[in-house]
């Protein structure tokens, strides 16, 4: 393995590394300071941050459908590049930080962490934020001119989110078991 490559190995690992870091803190200091009267605004930000966090799930695959067909150096690729980067960077990244700090938040506060739906639940947003790294190397794969999946991988990549989604919103409203 080459300095480079090691190089480029390291960065996204401390990248996620800091990103735990951040969510732990935001989370640690949400669970010390806010009050359980708290609760409305807590559960309205936590629906907006999963529909942040949805949507650029949703979109992420979509860019990379056209961007694989995209010639590698073209405006077309350069741009996707763009779109691509800012949309995890701006959107996803912080929308995902938000659900996670403050799902907990109300998991912990609200239920207590009890409940087989809830249990389920969190099973399926650990698949969901296992989705969300498979985008993220797949924005620097892009990024870098490596990537080697087909526009149709793309497509079926694109309805993970979704199937995910449904899921997740029937444990939380139905509370099946």
Not at 2 to 11: D, K, N
Not at 67 to 87: C, P, Y
Not at 88 to 99: E, F, G, K
């Amino acid at each position: 393995m080459t300095q480079e490559s090691e190089r480029r190995g390291a960065r996204p690992a401390s990248r996620a590394i800091a990103a735990l870091a951040v969510t732990a803190v935001l989370a640690a200091v949400l669970f010390v300071y806010l009050p359980e009267s708290a609760y409305p605004w807590v559960k309205a930000f936590h629906i907006i941050a999963v529909i942040a966090w949805m949507a650029g799930m949703l979109y992420l695959p979509r860019l990379f459908v056209y961007h694989a067909d995209a010639d590698r150096g073209s405006i077309q690729s350069e741009t996707f590049k763009v779109m691509e980067r800012r949309l995890l960077r701006a959107i996803i990244n912080p929308a995902m930080t938000a659900t996670w700090v403050l799902g907990l938040w109300l998991a912990w506060k609200v239920f207590a962490f009890q409940g087989g739906w809830l249990h389920a639940k969190i099973a399926l947003v650990f698949l969901l934020s296992g989705v969300h790294g498979y985008l993220s190397a797949a924005v620097r794969r892009f990024a870098e001119d490596r990537n080697d999946k087909p526009a149709r991988h793309w497509r079926m990549v694109n309805e993970i989110p979704t199937l995910l989604m449904i899921g997740i919103v029937i444990l939380v409203v139905v509370k099946p078991f």
